[in-house]
């Protein structure tokens, strides 16, 4: 129950953060992926989001059960992923109260770039020159 609580969460977390610098992002939940993160026009997702809440959090490495039920789940998904309409591969996430273990794991991704979305000039960092 406490993992689907922390999905949840997480979720609106993901969904309060982006919708300062898109309005119109949507969010889909245990479709393809534990959390999604959609195209408006297309409902495709632009982001899969894998959320793995651990009471004992210990270590999250290449050799554990977490790990590769993520990345069986992307996988899974690959059928539908291939048929999309965008033709895009959306971006693949883990987040987990776990620690990685090591220097095994790649490192984190850069912070992604503000997303644009045409209708609030200079609310979404377009124009920020001034401040």
């Known amino acids: ?3 689907y609580l ?3 969460e997480l979720a609106l977390l993901e969904l309060a953060q982006r919708s300062w610098d898109d309005i ?3 969010v889909r939940m245990e479709v393809l992926d534990d959390i999604e993160f ?6 495709d ?3 899969l989001l894998q959320s793995k809440h651990r009471e004992n959090a210990g270590r999250l490495s290449e050799t ?3 790990f590769w039920r993520s990345v069986a789940s992307w996988i899974d998904a690959l059928i539908v992923l291939g048929s999309l309409s965008a033709g895009a591969m959306p971006l693949l996430r883990l987040v987990t109260t776990q620690v990685a273990a090591g220097r095994h794991l790649p490192p984190p991704a850069p912070p992604r770039p503000r997303a644009l979305c ?4 200079g609310r979404h960092g377009a124009d920020r020159s001034g401040i």
């Open 118 to 121: 045409g209708r609030c000039p």
């Open 64 to 66: 554990g059960k977490d």
């Open 6 to 8: 922390y999905q949840c």
């Open 24 to 26: 119109t992002v949507e």
């Open 38 to 43: 959609l195209y408006e026009d297309t409902g």
């Open 45 to 47: 997702p632009f982001e």
């Open 1 to 3: 129950m406490t993992g």
